[in-house]
C-alpha cells in the first residue's frame, strides 16, 4: 500500500471571509460519496475473505506463522481496513447530517445557493438605491407639497408619500434587515458545521491511518506477503475526504457502530438514495406527461399570444417565476376554452398588463421562458393551477382560510399559485380577523417578520 505523504495540517479546514453553500452540489458530492463507499465495500469483501481463509488456515504452523496470522488479524484487518471502513461510515454521516442542518438552519429548498459576498454586494447596491430614492423622494414630496399650498385652493390636494417604498427598502437592506438575516443564518451554520467537523476527529484519524499504511509498507519492504488484489484502493476514498475538507466547513456525536454494521448501514443509505431517485424521476416522468396534455388540449401558441404574455412580464422577473405565471394562464385559457389573448387582456385580471408592452421585450428571462414553452423545453411546476397573486403593499400576511378544505397551493418565486375552487379562502391583502381560526394557514408572516412558511419563496404548500 502506497500513498502520497500528507502533513496534518493539510487536513485543516479553510477560513476564510467569503461563505458560500451550494445545496445542489452538496448533495451531487454526497450521492456519488455514497456510490464510491458502496462500491468499495462490495470490493473489499474480496480483501476480508483472503485475509479471513489465511488467518484461519490451520496448516500454516510454527512462530513465523503465528506472527504473520497476528499481523493480518491486529494490523491489517483491525488497525488498517476497519478502521478505514469506520472512518468512511463516520464521514458519510456527518456529511448527511451538514446536508440536514443547512436545511434546518439556513433553507429546506434543495436548490439552495447563498454567498456572504454576493450579500454583502446586493446590500451595498440596494442602500445606493435606497438612499437615491430617499434624496429624490424627499425632493418630490417638497415639490408637490408646495404645488398643494399654492394651488389648494384650485382643488389640487393630493399628496404623494414614499414612506411605502423606504420601508420596503429598509426591509431589505437596513441593518437587522432581509439580507442581514440571511448573512446571519448561513454565518451561524457555518461556525456550527466548522465545530462540528472540528470535533470529529476525523482529520486526526485519517493521518493517523495514513502513517500506519506507510509505515507497514515501509515495514514490509523486500518481503513477500499475501495481499489480495483489490481493483479500488482505499486511498482514492481518502482523497475525497481530503477534498471535502478543504472545500467545505461544517456537537452531537453520531452513535458508533463496529465495522460489522458498516456495509449494512451504506447499503441502506444506498438504497434510500436511489428510491428517493427513481420517485424524482418518476414524479418528472409525470408532470412531463402533463405538461405535454395541457399544451396539446391548448393548441398552438401562436404569435400574438406570445406578444400578450410579454405585456404581463412584470408578474414575474425572473425565468422559473414566469414561467409557472404562463402556464397558469394557459391553464385558465384551457378550462375557459379561450385563448392566451382573450385571458390576459380580460379586465382587471393581470396588474402588470399593459398594451404599450404587447410584444415589447423588456426583460430576457421572460421571454426566454416563454419561448421555451412554445418550444416544449420546460414542463409545467404548478399543476391545474390558474389563479395566483403575490405579496401585497404593506405588512400584510399571506394566509389561507379553511387550509385542511384547500385543493393545491404551490409557491414559485413568491407567487402563490392555487386553483379557481379555491378563490376567495386565499388572502394577501385582507387582514387577519375573527375569520382566523385553528383550521386556517399563514403563507407569509409580515407582522413578527418570520416571512415565508419553512423559510424559502418555493415549493409545495399543499397538493391533493
Not at 476480508?48 to 488479524?73: C, L, M, P, Q, W
Not at 445606493?128 to 399654492?150: A, H, I
Not at 456525536?253 to 438504497?271: A, C, M, Q, S, Y
Not at 409557472?324 to 402588470?352: D, G, H, L, P, W
Amino acid at each position: 500500500m502506497g500513498m502520497k505523504n500528507l502533513d496534518a495540517g493539510d487536513w485543516g479546514l479553510l477560513e476564510c471571509e467569503e461563505k458560500k453553500y451550494d445545496a445542489k452540489q452538496t448533495a451531487s458530492f454526497s450521492d456519488d460519496l455514497v456510490r464510491d463507499f458502496q462500491d468499495y465495500h462490495d470490493r473489499a469483501k474480496e480483501l476480508e475473505a483472503g485475509y479471513g481463509r489465511y488467518y484461519n488456515n490451520a496448516t500454516h504452523v510454527g512462530k513465523a506463522a503465528e506472527a504473520s496470522k497476528e499481523f493480518i488479524g491486529r494490523r491489517q484487518t483491525d488497525e488498517i481496513h476497519f478502521e478505514n471502513l469506520d472512518i468512511q461510515r463516520e464521514f458519510l454521516n456527518r456529511v448527511c447530517y451538514i446536508e440536514d442542518a443547512f436545511k434546518d438552519m439556513v433553507d429546506p429548498s434543495p436548490n439552495a445557493k447563498i454567498d456572504s459576498v454576493v450579500l454583502k454586494e446586493i446590500k451595498q447596491e440596494q442602500q445606493v438605491f435606497s438612499r437615491v430614492f430617499d434624496e429624490e423622494g424627499y425632493e418630490l414630496e417638497r415639490w408637490t407639497k408646495m404645488m398643494v399650498e399654492e394651488f389648494g385652493k384650485f382643488g389640487v390636494s393630493t399628496l404623494p408619500s414614499c414612506s411605502l417604498i423606504r420601508n420596503i427598502y429598509e426591509e431589505l437592506s437596513g441593518p437587522g434587515g432581509h439580507l442581514d438575516k440571511c448573512n446571519k443564518k448561513l454565518k451561524e451554520f457555518d461556525d456550527y458545521c466548522l465545530n462540528y467537523l472540528n470535533q470529529s476527529g476525523l482529520k486526526e484519524r485519517v493521518y493517523n491511518l495514513q502513517c500506519t499504511i506507510k509505515n507497514t509498507a515501509c515495514g514490509l519492504d523486500g518481503l513477500t506477503v499475501y495481499t489480495p488484489c483489490m481493483a479500488k484502493n482505499p486511498i482514492d476514498v481518502i482523497k475525497k475526504i481530503t477534498n471535502f475538507f478543504k472545500s467545505n466547513k461544517t456537537e452531537q456525536e453520531p452513535e458508533t457502530k463496529h465495522p460489522d454494521e458498516v456495509n449494512e448501514l451504506l447499503k441502506e443509505k444506498f438504497d434510500m438514495k436511489k428510491k428517493e431517485a427513481e420517485e424524482k424521476r418518476q414524479k418528472q416522468r409525470e408532470i412531463h406527461e402533463q405538461t405535454v396534455e395541457l399544451l396539446n388540449a391548448y393548441g398552438e401558441i401562436t404569435q400574438e399570444d406570445y406578444n400578450y404574455l410579454l405585456a404581463i412580464s412584470g408578474e414575474a422577473t425572473t425565468y422559473e417565476g414566469f414561467v409557472a405565471v404562463a402556464y397558469s394562464v394557459i391553464n385558465r385559457a384551457v378550462k375557459r376554452n379561450q385563448t392566451i389573448v382573450e385571458v390576459v387582456s380580460a379586465e382587471r385580471q393581470y396588474a402588470a398588463f399593459n398594451q404599450k408592452s404587447i410584444g415589447v421585450v423588456s426583460n430576457t428571462d421572460v421571454d426566454d421562458a416563454i419561448r421555451d414553452i412554445m418550444n416544449g423545453k420546460v414542463d409545467n411546476p404548478i399543476g391545474d393551477c390558474d389563479y395566483y397573486f403575490g405579496r401585497a403593499p404593506g405588512k400584510h400576511n399571506i394566509w389561507v382560510e379553511d387550509f385542511d378544505e384547500c385543493g393545491k397551493i404551490i409557491l414559485v418565486e413568491g407567487n402563490v399559485f392555487y386553483t379557481e375552487d379555491d378563490v376567495g379562502k386565499i388572502h394577501n391583502s385582507k387582514d387577519i380577523d375573527a375569520q382566523y381560526d385553528d383550521s386556517s394557514k399563514i403563507i407569509y408572516n409580515a407582522e413578527d417578520g418570520s416571512g415565508w412558511i419553512n423559510g424559502s419563496k418555493n415549493g409545495v404548500i399543499k397538493d391533493n
